[in-house]
């Protein structure tokens, strides 16, 4: 799935800025549900479990994987945020020659009402079999502006992303690293040791994206703000598009209803 080719890429100060093609939204959306429901469980496994519970496939996915609402809309609103932002970067890399691969971890939320554990998006680069400087990780802090409010999203992307950078990644990768363990995948788990090791290997390089995903109502107020971005290591993304509470609320019914 490729979402590049729906948006208008152009580089504005301090960001990056994605655009959604509006002539093209229907065939946008189109594209997110099927990728978007096995980020909560794969295929396979909602067959078996649907069927050890002895209900049809759609009344499992939504009665135990997807946020309820309205009552945590605001999760929802954050976890489609997530997902665009997954795989938004994987095509980007695949733009340029690079694969990334990362844990799908809505698939490991203890709460389906809550948001997923850790940095909201990591995504890693393995240059070749063994560790070299090539290697990489993308780690994005995602935040989402659908309805008016007081809330900052580009400000508060970038203060998640220096989060990530100080802390939460070194935290995340240890719970990833613990989650594979759990789940009987030794090969991903001596996988991430790559990078959760340093001492161990060489170096590799670290991207931190602060990406903020507005509706197009409020996105040139939203930019017009200014914002504590001193920090050169965070790549700034603001992606906009017409509705954008429609829009997540209809890929929630979309998933729903194609199974």
């Keep these: 799935m490729n979402v590049l080719r729906f948006f208008n890429e152009v580089v504005e100060e301090g960001h990056v800025r994605f655009t959604l093609n509006e002539d093209e939204r229907q065939e946008f959306l189109a594209s997110l549900p099927e990728d978007f429901c096995i980020n909560y469980i794969s295929r396979s496994d909602l067959v078996s479990q649907a069927q050890a519970n002895e209900i049809p496939e759609r009344n499992f996915f939504e009665q135990f994987k997807i946020p309820e609402t ?37 698939r490991w939320k203890g709460d389906k009402n809550k948001p997923c554990h850790g940095s909201d998006v990591v995504l890693f680069h393995r240059h070749k079999h063994k560790p070299s400087d090539y ?69 590799y390089k670290k991207r931190f994206h602060a990406i903020a995903i507005i509706d197009d109502d409020l996105v040139k107020d939203e930019v017009a703000k200014k914002v504590d971005d001193n920090n050169e290591e965070i790549e700034v ?7 954008l509470k429609d829009a997540y609320e209809s890929i929630f019914q979309a998933m729903i209803n194609q199974l």
């Design 237 to 243: 993304t603001v992606i906009s598009m017409k509705n």
């Design 70 to 106: 309205p009552e945590y809309a605001n999760v929802r609103s954050g976890d489609f945020g997530e997902m665009l932002c997954f795989v938004l970067l994987k095509n980007k890399g695949k733009k340029a020659g690079v694969w990334l691969v990362g844990p799908r971890k809505w």
């Design 135 to 203: 290697d990489a990780i993308e780690v994005v802090e995602s935040k989402m502006k659908a309805v008016p409010s007081n809330g900052a999203p580009i400000q508060n992307a970038i203060k998640g992303a220096i989060d990530d950078k100080v802390k939460r990644l070194a935290k995340t990768l240890n719970w990833i690293h613990d989650r594979l363990g759990t789940e009987g995948k030794p090969r991903l788990r001596e996988a991430i040791n790559r990078y959760r090791h340093l001492d161990q290997n060489p170096t």
